[in-house]
């Protein structure tokens, strides 16, 4: 399945949501599912990811360089430098065992520190 951009900013809605303790994975998923039409194993993978990346730990799901930089963006935008830097711990980590594509590297690496 081809995420599209509806499932990603859907995702990463209610990721945050779920990661913030005010949804439940269940209903986080439901919606993306009713919302987007990504299937709900993706859905949970999702939210899942997005919850770790925004308490700087490894993820394992691998998301496509275009949703890891859109949803970067979208962490710095929403959450300020701090949370940023402790996302990037979790590119890092998760980096670290699959390999950054060199997109996202060049992307990001401009982004890291500011």
């Not at 439901?30 to 299937?39: F, H, Q």
């Not at 308490?55 to 360089?65: L, R």
């Amino acid at each position: 399945m081809k995420i599209t951009q509806t499932m990603i900013e859907a995702s990463y809605k209610y990721g945050v949501a779920y990661a913030q303790d005010k949804v439940s994975a269940e209903k986080a998923v439901e919606e993306i599912v009713n919302i987007s039409g990504m299937n709900a194993s993706s859905a949970q993978n999702a939210i899942t990811n997005l919850k770790n990346i925004l308490n700087g730990k490894k993820y394992h799901w691998t998301m496509s360089a275009n949703e890891t930089i859109w949803k970067f963006d979208q962490i710095k935008k929403d959450f300020g430098d701090a949370v940023y830097h402790q996302a990037l711990s979790a590119l890092e980590l998760h980096g670290k065992t699959r390999g950054l594509q060199p997109r996202l590297e060049t992307s990001l690496a401009s982004n890291k520190w500011s």
